[in-house]
């Protein structure tokens, strides 16, 4: 019977190609054309020897449908025939996620509302500046309503110039929404299992990712039943979807819908796939999926007490309020404030985050300190803060760490902690930020509270919990030499912030960052000499304070990094550029890929103890592996657009391409290096 519908359905389309006078009916509509077609190039003057994407906008008129790239029971997708200048190339058109139509037990795969095809153009290397570049487009496409279809052909045509490929910031705005709707490569393998006329496919799906009107829209041509139901599942990390099947052979390609408008690529073998656990679980309750990101975040704000630039602060604030003189009720408010002063932090940024992303830029957490200014403001905060708790001078109220209390002094404690804590959140919270990213604005603002709160807990959890206070030694002579300790890792922290403010802004930048720390010093001396006699920090040491941080901050402009400069370890390494990875695959060669930032603790913890190892790297030398670095430091807009193609708030990211294969593979983000030889050997 299905065979039979699509023969008649063909003869039909064929018919209306051939006749389309006689075929169509009296159109209810406006004239044609039914889709209004335009091209627009992401760039009017392309580089020599790079790509342009070019954009194939639509717009249907209401009441009429275009074609999926695989249409389903009925239709057929839009055909190019381009005439391209010697040299160029067009890639296959990149569709966004359509949506279901069913007319009369047909389903059909169709887009209804204004949608976009990407293409990328291969321009030849060689070409002088100012060389012209014509270029033309016929399409045919078949347009329908509920009713009628319209077979229509729209010639389009641009006029592009070699020149440097620069993009207007509207421009790129533009195309990243365009890119955004695309659907994003799952990056590891699903599996499917036949079951008579039915097929189960187990697609991997993190529990915590929130997941509305799922629905598998299947690539591979007569896989699948496409009119018959599809039952969706949730079980753990993965979706389990029943439906039926044609007796599919090999690989299934296809993409699976997660919500309006957003889809991943998936690619299914055939394997065993168990039924779901709970079957009746549902496909759009984002509620649990916040829960899941929210206990996440939570978690991951508690582990960042034991960082070496928070546990400081956190310790000393602690000790505060074991003194006798702290009354329960103002240990309760002080506990209540330093959340305040976390929350206002976290969610601050990650609103902000949320804001820059809805207006098309591509930033992850963190991305405060991709500018050098900002680091080094943070170094001179951190130092003198090293300098307070070593006992050059007593920070006056409102104070952060020293013997005052007070709720001023505790806000801002907590706002500290927050500042100096966002370089290490990436490492614990890649799931919860990344489920975060794509949730709801509130549920989303959610998660980043759950954050500030774990970071807040261990301080709260003292303020209202007297025998947690009483359980905290008792003040003494100690505490002097407890600060002094204390000192060191904080003072390690500036030495690392040193070292990311030379990676962005070179050893000039680095050079006046630590000319800054004398100057602050000085400052800071001349303070703590006027408070061991008995007075105040004056107005003149005030103003010093706010005159060596400015003047600082101004004074250090970013270093673009070289292509060298980029290559973050061994010699073999190579920059990443997605035109370096597209050369490497098709040598047939193994790709290691990783993406970090100096300002990343665990990026370079990794590096240090896995990548950089010599089993790693042995491994990698035997089996040829490429290994190509994105350095996103400086915050890479090209970088931040990949890595967010890849389901990641941030960095770091970590991919293998093993030869062949046509998705890569997504490592953990703690890496070991028996892990990384023993992928380079699989």
Same mark, same amino acid.
């Given at each position: 019977m299905?065979?039979?519908?699509?023969?008649?359905?063909?003869?039909?389309?064929?018919?209306?190609?051939?006749?389309?006078?006689?075929?169509?009916?009296?159109?209810?509509?406006?004239?044609?054309?039914?889709?209004?077609?335009?091209?627009?190039?992401?760039?009017?003057?392309?580089?020599?020897?790079?790509?342009?994407?070019?954009?194939?906008?639509?717009?249907?008129?209401?009441?009429?449908?275009?074609?999926?790239?695989?249409?389903?029971?009925?239709?057929?997708?839009?055909?190019?025939?381009?005439?391209?200048?010697?040299?160029?190339?067009?890639d296959?058109?990149?569709?966004?996620?359509?949506?279901?139509?069913?007319?009369?037990?047909?389903?059909?795969?169709?887009?209804?509302?204004?949608?976009?095809?990407?293409v990328?153009?291969?321009?030849?290397?060689?070409?002088?500046?100012?060389?012209?570049?014509?270029?033309?487009?016929?399409?045919?496409?078949?347009?329908?309503?509920?009713?009628?279809?319209?077979?229509?052909?729209?010639?389009?045509?641009?006029?592009?110039?070699?020149?440097?490929?620069?993009?207007s910031?509207?421009s790129?705005?533009?195309?990243?929404?365009?890119?955004?709707?695309?659907?994003?490569?799952?990056?590891?393998?699903?599996?499917?299992?036949?079951?008579?006329?039915?097929?189960?496919?187990?697609?991997?799906?993190?529990?915590?990712?929130?997941?509305?009107?799922?629905?598998?829209?299947?690539?591979?041509?007569?896989?699948?039943?496409y009119?018959?139901?599809?039952k969706?599942?949730?079980?753990?990390?993965?979706?389990?979807?029943?439906?039926?099947?044609?007796?599919?052979?090999?690989?299934?390609?296809? &993409?699976?819908?997660? %919500?309006? *408008? @957003?889809?991943?690529?998936?690619?299914? /073998?055939? $394997? !065993?796939?168990?039924?779901? +656990?709970?079957?009746?679980?549902p496909?759009?309750?984002?509620?649990?999926?916040?829960?899941?990101?929210?206990?996440?975040?939570i978690?991951?704000g508690?582990?960042?007490?034991?960082?070496?630039?928070?546990?400081?602060?956190?310790?000393?604030?602690?000790?505060?309020?074991?003194?006798?003189?702290?009354?329960?009720?103002a240990?309760?408010?002080?506990?209540l404030?330093?959340?305040?002063?976390?929350? &206002?932090?976290?969610? %601050?940024? *990650? @609103?902000?985050?949320?804001?820059?992303? /809805?207006? $098309? !830029?591509?930033?992850?957490? +963190?991305?405060?300190?991709?500018?050098p200014?900002?680091?080094?403001?943070?170094?001179?905060?951190?130092?003198?803060?090293?300098?307070?708790?070593?006992?050059?001078f007593?920070?006056?109220?409102?104070?952060?760490?020293?013997?005052?209390?007070?709720?001023?002094?505790?806000?801002?404690?907590?706002?500290?902690?927050?500042?100096?804590?966002?370089?290490?959140?990436?490492?614990?919270?890649?799931?919860?930020?990344?489920?975060?990213?794509?949730?709801?604005?509130?549920?989303?603002?959610?998660?980043?509270?759950?954050?500030?709160?774990?970071?807040?807990l261990?301080f709260?959890?003292?303020?209202?919990?007297?025998?947690?206070?009483?359980?905290?030694?008792?003040?003494?002579?100690?505490?002097?030499?407890?600060?002094?300790?204390l000192?060191?890792?904080?003072?390690?922290?500036?030495?690392?912030?040193a070292?990311?403010?030379?990676?962005?802004?070179?050893?000039?930048?680095?050079?006046?960052?630590?000319?800054?720390?004398?100057?602050?010093?000085?400052?800071?001396?001349?303070?703590?000499?006027?408070?061991?006699q008995?007075?105040?920090?004056?107005?003149?040491?005030?103003?010093?304070?706010?005159?060596?941080?400015?003047?600082?901050?101004?004074?250090?402009?970013?270093?673009?990094?070289?292509?060298?400069?980029?290559?973050?370890?061994?010699?073999?390494?190579?920059?990443?550029?997605?035109?370096?990875l597209?050369?490497?695959?098709?040598?047939?060669?193994?790709?290691?890929?990783?993406?970090?930032?100096?300002?990343?603790l665990?990026?370079?913890?990794?590096?240090?103890?896995?990548?950089?190892?010599?089993?790693?790297?042995?491994?990698?030398?035997?089996?040829?592996?490429?290994?190509?670095?994105?350095?996103?430091?400086?915050?890479?807009?090209?970088?931040?657009?990949?890595?967010?193609?890849?389901?990641?708030?941030?960095?770091?990211?970590?991919?293998?391409?093993?030869?062949?294969?046509?998705?890569?593979?997504?490592?953990?983000?703690?890496?070991?290096?028996?892990?990384?030889?023993?992928?380079?050997?699989?």
């Amino acid at each position: 019977m299905p065979a039979l519908r699509f023969i008649l359905l063909t003869m039909l389309a064929a018919l209306a190609i051939a006749r389309p006078a006689a075929a169509q009916a009296p159109d209810p509509y406006s004239p044609g054309p039914h889709l209004a077609v335009r091209l627009v190039a992401e760039t009017m003057t392309p580089a020599a020897g790079q790509d342009v994407t070019i954009a194939y906008d639509v717009t249907p008129q209401p009441g009429w449908h275009g074609y999926w790239q695989n249409p389903g029971d009925a239709g057929f997708p839009a055909k190019f025939t381009w005439d391209l200048p010697a040299g160029v190339t067009a890639d296959a058109p990149r569709y966004p996620v359509p949506t279901t139509l069913l007319i009369s037990g047909l389903m059909n795969y169709v887009f209804e509302r204004h949608h976009t095809l990407l293409v990328q153009l291969h321009v030849p290397a060689g070409l002088a500046a100012g060389t012209k570049l014509p270029i033309k487009l016929a399409s045919k496409y078949l347009v329908c309503t509920s009713e009628i279809c319209v077979p229509e052909n729209a010639d389009l045509s641009l006029d592009l110039i070699v020149g440097d490929g620069a993009i207007s910031p509207a421009s790129r705005s533009q195309f990243d929404a365009w890119r955004q709707a695309l659907p994003k490569p799952l990056g590891v393998a699903a599996a499917y299992q036949l079951d008579g006329k039915a097929v189960r496919l187990g697609i991997p799906y993190p529990a915590a990712a929130p997941l509305k009107d799922a629905y598998f829209f299947p690539l591979t041509t007569g896989a699948l039943d496409y009119a018959a139901p599809q039952k969706v599942a949730r079980d753990g990390d993965r979706l389990v979807i029943e439906t039926g099947a044609h007796h599919p052979k090999g690989a299934i390609e296809g &993409v699976l819908r997660i %919500g309006d *408008g @957003a889809g991943l690529s998936v690619s299914a /073998a055939p $394997g !065993a796939v168990a039924p779901a +656990a709970n079957e009746s679980a549902p496909s759009g309750d984002w509620i649990s999926a916040t829960l899941v990101a929210l206990g996440g975040a939570i978690l991951g704000g508690l582990i960042l007490n034991i960082m070496p630039c928070v546990f400081p602060i956190l310790s000393l604030k602690a000790l505060s309020l074991a003194k006798g003189s702290v009354s329960p009720g103002a240990a309760r408010l002080e506990a209540l404030a330093y959340t305040t002063g976390v929350l &206002v932090v976290i969610v %601050g940024l *990650g @609103a902000a985050i949320l804001g820059l992303r /809805a207006g $098309g !830029a591509a930033v992850g957490w +963190a991305f405060q300190l991709q500018d050098p200014r900002t680091i080094a403001v943070l170094l001179l905060l951190v130092a003198a803060l090293a300098l307070n708790l070593a006992g050059l001078f007593e920070i006056p109220t409102p104070s952060f760490v020293d013997r005052a209390s007070g709720a001023t002094s505790a806000f801002a404690t907590g706002a500290l902690a927050a500042i100096i804590a966002t370089p290490c959140t990436g490492p614990f919270m890649a799931a919860a930020l990344g489920a975060a990213l794509v949730l709801p604005w509130g549920a989303a603002l959610a998660v980043f509270a759950g954050l500030g709160l774990g970071l807040a807990l261990p301080f709260l959890a003292i303020g209202f919990v007297p025998a947690l206070r009483r359980a905290l030694p008792k003040p003494g002579a100690w505490m002097e030499t407890f600060r002094l300790i204390l000192a060191i890792p904080m003072a390690l922290t500036g030495v690392w912030l040193a070292w990311v403010l030379g990676g962005e802004a070179g050893v000039n930048g680095m050079a006046i960052g630590l000319i800054g720390i004398v100057m602050l010093a000085a400052v800071l001396l001349f303070i703590g000499r006027r408070q061991r006699q008995g007075l105040s920090a004056s107005w003149l040491g005030v103003l010093g304070l706010i005159a060596v941080t400015a003047a600082t901050a101004a004074a250090i402009e970013p270093v673009a990094k070289t292509a060298a400069a980029t290559t973050a370890t061994a010699g073999a390494d190579q920059p990443f550029s997605e035109a370096a990875l597209a050369a490497a695959r098709a040598k047939g060669q193994p790709v290691f890929a990783y993406f970090t930032a100096d300002w990343c603790l665990t990026c370079k913890v990794n590096e240090r103890v896995a990548i950089d190892t010599d089993q790693a790297r042995q491994a990698f030398a035997r089996h040829h592996v490429v290994v190509l670095v994105g350095d996103w430091t400086s915050g890479d807009p090209a970088l931040g657009r990949f890595i967010q193609a890849h389901n990641r708030a941030g960095v770091p990211l970590y991919l293998y391409y093993a030869p062949g294969a046509s998705e890569p593979q997504v490592l953990p983000q703690l890496l070991t290096p028996s892990m990384l030889a023993q992928l380079a050997g699989g």
